[in-house]
């Protein structure tokens, strides 16, 4: 499912026009994005939860080369899925 396809889903299930369906989740996307740029942890009950994590710097190794590198720290978006979300996956994909 695209972008186009969720809005048309949204909009028909709220009663919605599509343009206003699509403003609703440009603001979602840009309130989700506020937060995590602030490092707060999102949590939505029967989803999942977004929260950013510091990777810290490590040394690699080239495989071919043996020349050693150093990878800087950087910040990493996670998505961590409920139980129940898990549990409807895997009954959709028993089906």
């Not at 740029?37 to 510091?54: A, D």
């Not at 150093?70 to 990493?76: A, N, R």
Request: net charge positive; charged share 25%.
């Amino acid at each position: 499912m695209n972008s186009k396809e969720f809005t048309g889903e949204l909009s028909r299930r709220l009663g919605y026009t599509n343009k206003d369906a699509a403003v609703l989740v440009a603001s979602l996307v840009d309130i989700m994005a506020q937060e995590l740029q602030e490092s707060n942890v999102l949590t939505f009950q029967e989803f999942g939860t977004f929260e950013v994590k510091k990777k810290m710097e490590r040394i690699v190794v080239n495989p071919v080369t043996r020349q050693r590198l150093l990878v800087p720290p950087k910040l990493s978006l996670t998505f961590k899925p409920c139980p129940a979300l898990k549990g409807k996956v895997k009954n959709e994909d028993a089906q």
